[in-house]
């Protein structure tokens, strides 16, 4: 039998991170689906019903809190992770805003993400996701 890998929506505006965490999904065991706007995010997140959000607080023409917003619309249940270059403060203030959402947050990780570290908190979700 043949286990399906879970699946990690990223959203994030630049190309090169974009791929950056994409392959550090795939080497811990995620299947990664990359959005690059705000549109194609929801539309990935309806359709594809991913067991990880990544998303990037900065983002042209919106910001992460209104994916945040959008996820508690939808009922999110699980994990979301704020991946950001922005101020430590900011991406503490954002995480607590999600949890007052009622959104299950983890991290942030503050960009540039080191590879290992990013990789170990992913292969940790992901044994959590499979438990």
Known sequence: MTQTQPRLLLIDDEPALA???AGAATSSGFQPIIADDHEHFRRCYVEDSPELVAIDLGMPGMD???L???LA????????????????RILESAFNLGEEMGLKMVG???KPARLEELEML???LR???VR
Do not use: M
């Not at 619309?73 to 430590?88: H, N, T, Y």
């Open 19 to 21: 791929e950056f965490l």
């Open 122 to 124: 992913l292969v940790q």
């Open 127 to 129: 044994e959590q996701l």
């Open 73 to 88: 619309e939808q009922k999110a249940c699980q994990p979301i992770l704020i991946i950001s270059g922005f101020d430590r």
């Open 68 to 70: 945040l917003r959008f």
């Open 108 to 110: 942030p990780v503050s």
């Open 64 to 66: 992460g809190i209104e």
